[in-house]
């Protein structure tokens, strides 16, 4: 991981929201509003990583979809460089799509069966004009090259490779068009664990020669812990903790983050970690508890927690916390 050292994030996000409505009825009125995203704010700076963790449906896929453009934020800013993104379209929103790349979390569904690899990886090269049909063949082999596949692999369809091999060429699309930022979302869920090592090591070793940043979105911690310069807890929409990743595994403060580390398997089969169970499920969205979200599951849950919503405050130096009675 890169330890470059800047003074402010090239990329953030403040306040971040998204509220879809829910219809019913013949007129299709709106009832209510299911706030997957409720204003969050975090940053990266260039050349780092950022993991965002939590159960799936706290908000981190919607979260990576509104930095992609591809649902439009009920509130909040999306910045570039300092730029806010949120309201770019036409010709603005094409350029900035350049900057801001995808890793799928299905390396086969994410890519069209129809097209063979060469068309795959091309077809960026040709959308946005990047070069001409002669030069086309030698800048794939060379994004293949980065990827560690050679350019025999043009010739081949997506059933004919392993699962490994469909996830570097994904890899492979998404640096077609040397860009800023690289959501990875779920990279290595959907591949078998002897894989999943090689693209973790594929990710760094890019990572460390072209200076890429990443947003990498996933549950396996430990995973998390191994890619990551800062993590983010994210919980029925909200950011409840945030830190740097050695503060953050070493120090957990938020109890829904400390049950999160605690299911975390232990390489060491002498030591024996404290198991926390939470009680529930994940609430509603359409109706998420007052004050803390989390306290419906909380074993520290007071009635405080029920009146008041934490807000997420420094505790230590990067190191935030949205409790009542943790990081004071």
Do not use: W
Request: overall charge neutral.
């Amino acid at each position: 991981m890169s330890n470059n050292n800047y003074t402010a994030p090239f990329f953030e996000v403040r306040g971040l929201a998204k509220r879809f409505p829910v219809r019913k009825g013949v007129l299709r009125r709106v009832t209510a509003e299911v706030r997957a995203v409720d204003g969050i704010d975090f940053g990266i700076h260039s050349g780092r990583t950022l993991g965002l963790v939590g159960e799936s449906g706290c908000g981190k896929t919607t979260t990576a979809r509104m930095i992609l453009h591809l649902d439009r934020p009920s509130g909040g800013q999306i910045l570039l460089e300092g730029e806010d993104t949120v309201s770019v379209e036409g010709s603005a929103l094409a350029a900035l799509r350049r900057k801001i790349q995808m890793i799928f979390q299905d390396p086969y569904s994410s890519l069209d069966p129809h097209k063979n690899v060469g068309q795959i990886v091309g077809e960026p090269f040709m959308v946005h004009r990047i070069c001409g049909r002669r030069e086309l063949p030698d800048r794939i082999a060379a994004t293949l090259g980065l990827v560690n596949l050679s350019a025999d692999f043009m010739r081949r369809f997506p059933h004919e490779l392993s699962g490994g091999q469909r996830q570097r060429v994904g890899i492979a699309r998404s640096l077609a068009l040397s860009p800023m930022l690289i959501i990875c979302d779920e990279p290595v869920s959907a591949l078998d664990l002897s894989i999943r090592s090689q693209i973790i090591n594929l990710l760094l070793e890019l990572q460390e020669r072209l200076g890429l940043t990443y947003l990498f979105i996933a549950h396996d911690l430990s995973l998390v812990e191994h890619m990551s310069d800062e993590v983010a807890v994210m919980y029925l929409g909200k950011i409840v903790e945030r830190a740097p990743a050695g503060d953050f595994f070493d120090r957990p403060l938020h109890p829904y983050t400390e049950a999160l580390l605690s299911a975390v398997p232990e390489s060491d089969p002498l030591r024996k970690r404290d198991r926390i169970i939470l009680q529930g499920d994940l609430p509603s969205p359409i109706n998420p508890p007052s004050g803390c979200r989390f306290r419906t599951r909380c074993p520290l849950a007071a009635a405080l927690c029920a009146e008041k919503e934490p807000v997420l405050l420094e505790s230590s130096p990067g190191h935030f916390v949205a409790c009542h009675f943790r990081g004071r």
